[in-house]
């Protein structure tokens, strides 16, 4: 069993940058793959991006691509955290963050469909504003 809990939202103005945190509980978090995944009012959650359980691969979707950054801290058990580094933010950015989590035995599995997650957080809003 995997707890996730998803911080660092926010209100930002549009170009600027905010850093989400997802902590996971449980002592083999570099056995899951963590992906993050948004959801606007009235629309479908849909995904972000994700990192591998190695960290040495990540996976964006293309309205994301280049500004948003997915890292991952796997050294300190007492972290156990990945980030999402949102950068240049659009007000089309606007939705409710979520992370989760898969465990793979692949070192570099970066699935984009959600309903290969097994865990999910609570979810951290973000609003952009023009």
């Known amino acids: 069993q995997v707890q996730l809990a998803e911080s660092g939202g926010g209100l930002v103005q549009a170009g600027g940058s905010l850093r989400l945190s997802c902590a996971a509980s449980g002592r083999i978090f570099s056995t899951y793959v963590m992906g993050w995944f948004r959801q606007a009012p009235g629309k479908a959650r849909v995904f972000v991006g994700a990192i591998s359980r190695s960290g040495t691969r990540t996976n964006y979707a293309d309205s994301v691509e280049g500004r948003f950054t997915i890292s991952r801290d796997n050294t300190d058990s007492a972290k156990n955290t990945v980030h999402l580094q949102m950068n240049s933010l659009k007000p089309e950015d606007t939705a409710v963050y979520y992370c989760?989590?898969?465990?793979?035995?692949?070192?570099?599995?970066?699935?984009?469909?959600?309903?290969?997650?097994?865990?999910w957080g609570q979810g951290t809003q973000v609003t952009v504003s023009s």
């Open positions: 989760a989590a898969v465990m793979s035995g692949d070192i570099y599995y970066t699935p984009s469909l959600g309903n290969v997650y097994q865990y």
